[in-house]
């Protein structure tokens, strides 16, 4: 899922001055799930955002409302009222829902209250980590399902840079080096023979570096034109 972490309350402040009829829009999935965007921190985050304008002798009308995705469309059109009547909409979902926002809401002006950090997964109560680097070439096949592109701070492809001690990174020694995890869980399975073959250099252009990416499936449009 998409990890993020709200915004400090002074900075929410900073980026809605100026408006008078703050919306502040939550977002029912994978921010939800990690406590930073669903509906109770929507609620919480325009409760603290009236207490703070009215303590600075501001008072503002602060709403909120939590929509099942703010990635799509359908979703959206669902407070297209609300949205319209707002100033500045707050956007508690990850960097993707406040960009579908302002796109499906030209006129408006849509600010970000998270900061979207990665793709990760919660490995204790109240701990997410990341897991996947969305490289575009996944390589988890050959990896025992541990990511180095992800999970190695320098997303090394064939194997330990030499410097991890004692099972962890050298760059945080707090972090589990990638590769002895690999190591580790391809001798448990029998496998280790799988990392005697080398892997050429990576193809980043499938990566972010290849600039923005889109997906098309041809059959779904045709699917789509034939109903």
Same mark, same amino acid.
């Given at each position: 899922?998409?990890?993020?972490?709200?915004?400090? &309350?002074?900075?929410?402040?900073?980026?809605?001055?100026?408006?008078?009829? +703050? $919306?502040?829009? /939550? %977002? =029912?999935?994978? !921010?939800?799930?990690?406590?930073?965007?669903?509906?109770?921190?929507?609620?919480?985050?325009?409760s603290s955002l009236r207490m703070a304008f009215?303590?600075?002798?501001?008072?503002?009308?602060?709403?909120?409302?939590?929509?099942?995705?703010?990635?799509?469309?359908?979703? &959206?059109?669902?407070?297209?009222?609300?949205?319209?009547?707002?100033?500045? +909409? $707050?956007?508690? /979902? %990850? =960097?993707?829902? !406040?960009?579908a926002i302002a796109e499906h809401f030209p006129?408006?002006?849509?600010?970000?209250?998270?900061?979207?950090?990665?793709?990760?997964?919660?490995?204790?109560?109240?701990?997410?980590?990341?897991?996947?680097?969305?490289?575009?070439?996944?390589?988890?096949?050959?990896?025992?399902?541990?990511?180095?592109?992800?999970?190695?701070?320098?997303?090394? $492809?064939?194997?330990? %840079? =030499?410097?991890?001690?004692?099972?962890?990174?050298?760059?945080?020694?707090?972090?589990?080096?990638?590769?002895?995890?690999?190591?580790?869980?391809?001798?448990?399975?029998?496998?280790?023979?799988?990392?005697?073959?080398?892997?050429?250099?990576?193809?980043?252009?499938?990566?972010?570096?290849?600039?923005?990416?889109?997906?098309?499936?041809?059959?779904?449009?045709?699917?789509?034109?034939?109903?």
């Amino acid at each position: 899922m998409i990890v993020a972490d709200q915004k400090p &309350l002074n900075e929410l402040k900073s980026l809605t001055r100026g408006g008078e009829n +703050v $919306l502040v829009v /939550g %977002c =029912g999935t994978c !921010v939800t799930v990690c406590f930073a965007g669903g509906a109770r921190e929507a609620a919480i985050t325009a409760s603290s955002l009236r207490m703070a304008f009215k303590l600075d002798g501001n008072s503002r009308q602060v709403s909120d409302v939590t929509v099942q995705r703010q990635c799509e469309w359908e979703y &959206l059109d669902q407070i297209a009222e609300q949205v319209k009547e707002a100033d500045v +909409v $707050l956007s508690l /979902g %990850c =960097g993707v829902g !406040v960009q579908a926002i302002a796109e499906h809401f030209p006129e408006t002006w849509v600010v970000p209250g998270l900061n979207t950090s990665f793709m990760g997964m919660p490995t204790e109560q109240g701990v997410w980590a990341e897991r996947c680097a969305a490289c575009g070439d996944c390589i988890l096949g050959l990896t025992g399902g541990i990511c180095p592109i992800a999970r190695c701070s320098k997303s090394l $492809l064939n194997g330990p %840079c =030499g410097g991890s001690e004692g099972g962890h990174c050298e760059v945080n020694p707090e972090t589990p080096c990638a590769w002895q995890l690999i190591y580790d869980r391809l001798t448990g399975m029998g496998k280790l023979d799988v990392l005697m073959e080398i892997q050429p250099p990576k193809n980043w252009r499938a990566a972010r570096d290849g600039g923005p990416r889109k997906i098309v499936r041809e059959d779904l449009r045709l699917a789509k034109e034939e109903e």
